[in-house]
């Protein structure tokens, strides 16, 4: 990363860790072995996708692959690594604001980023909770409906 673009960032409204988060992308990346994969596009048409890895109750592992913007990577690697060793319930309340707390600061305009990351990951987590109940659901009926 070159001195131009940490400065153009930085400029532009992003705190030291948000540009941090876009340089290093320590959380961008697949899981082949996720227990939960959800994407979402947001308004302007950025694409986030979550894999989440589980042991137990407990989150594992996150990544994160994003098609967008800065606002956007770095919002996605905050999310992911926010989430990891988190419990079910923990990362659920995982918000707008704790992502905020976590980034420092963002530009205005990015706002929508953040709320993508944070959207992302509540879906995977509710679509996550939504499986392993219906698993559980048929192992108490003996598998039937």
């Known amino acids: 990363m070159t001195d131009d673009i940490y400065e153009m960032l930085s400029k532009s409204g992003y705190s030291d860790k948000a540009i941090e988060y876009f340089k290093s992308r ?9 227990d939960q994969v959800t994407d979402l596009t947001g308004p302007c048409g950025d694409n986030m996708k979550i894999y989440l890895k589980f042991d137990g109750d ?16 770095a919002s996605g690697c ?4 926010l989430a990891k060793g988190k419990s079910l319930e923990e990362a659920k309340k995982i918000d707008l604001d704790a992502l905020y707390k ?10 929508h980023c953040a709320r ?30």
């Open 58 to 73: 407990k989150i594992d592992d996150a990544k994160i692959q994003v098609l967008g913007c800065p606002g956007a990577i």
């Open 78 to 81: 905050a999310v992911a690594s």
């Open 102 to 111: 976590e980034l420092e600061k963002l530009p205005d305009k990015k706002i």
């Open 116 to 145: 993508l990351a944070v959207k992302t990951l509540q879906r995977a987590l509710e679509q996550y909770s939504t499986k392993m109940l219906e698993g559980n659901n048929r192992r108490m009926t003996g598998g039937k409906r």
């Open 26 to 34: 320590e959380s961008i990346g697949d899981l082949p072995e996720a």
